[in-house]
């Protein structure tokens, strides 16, 4: 079955670093998703990419799809404690297919 | 607030307990989903409905009963569960499925089965 991949799953940062996390996976994948979870709080989506090669900004955070539409990174400039959470991507195979999510990365940002 | 309600917040039960999960979207949406959160495990889709009908039954134990009466609301209903039932139990609603929606998230159930 369609396997999403998220490695490492934690990752510790200084506080005005940049991070970069990559989600890859098994299959191409037509649009590719990703959502943050607070500590204590639910997955609220970020951002949708679906073209190949696609890069899409939101302040920090610069989310890219591969060319081959099988990953996807997530960049974030200047890391500040706000940015704690778990970050999830999750991709669609194609038409009426299952969302599958990878197992998501905690960040952690030490002040 | 996302538009996505759940209640109750916190559940503890017993193995012999009969108990159900409410969840009800504000966002007119036609789909509604559960998911189960684990610990080190990715988000595992257990039930989906596409206007007010079950598309999807991933597998899901028997314990485990979902109602969907109409596609605003969304229940589990749960009986006889096991301490490895214990985890987060997210609900969410999103555009009709098959068109790559994006998914709103109610705050989950924090369910403890002793």
């Known amino acids: 079955g369609q396997q999403v991949m998220q490695i490492p799953q934690y990752q510790h940062v200084q506080e005005g670093e940049d991070f970069t996390t990559y989600c890859n996976s098994s299959t191409t994948l037509s649009n590719i998703q990703w959502y943050k979870q607070r500590p204590g709080g639910h997955p609220v989506f970020l951002i949708q990419l679906v073209k190949s090669g696609e890069v899409k900004k939101q302040k920090r955070l610069t989310f890219q799809f591969g060319e081959a539409k099988k990953n996807s990174s997530l960049h974030i400039t200047a890391t500040q404690t706000t940015d704690v959470g778990t970050y999830f991507c999750a991709g669609y195979t194609g038409a009426n297919s299952k969302l599958t999510f990878g197992k998501g990365i905690t960040l952690s940002v030490r002040p | 607030e996302t538009g996505v309600t759940q209640t109750p917040r916190h559940l503890v039960m017993g193995m012999t307990n009969k108990k159900s999960l409410k969840c009800e979207q504000h966002?007119?949406?036609?789909?509604m989903y559960w998911y189960k959160q684990s610990a080190k495990k990715p988000l595992e889709l257990m039930f989906v409905y596409n206007f007010k009908e079950q598309t999807e039954n991933n597998s899901v134990p028997s314990r485990f009963s979902p109602e969907c009466p109409n596609s605003s609301h969304l229940f589990l209903h749960l009986h006889t569960l096991q301490p490895e039932d214990s985890a987060l139990y997210l609900c969410a609603s999103s555009p009709p499925v098959g068109e790559s929606e994006k998914l709103f998230f109610g705050s989950g159930t924090q369910l403890s089965v002793l």
């Open positions: 966002l007119g949406h036609n789909a």
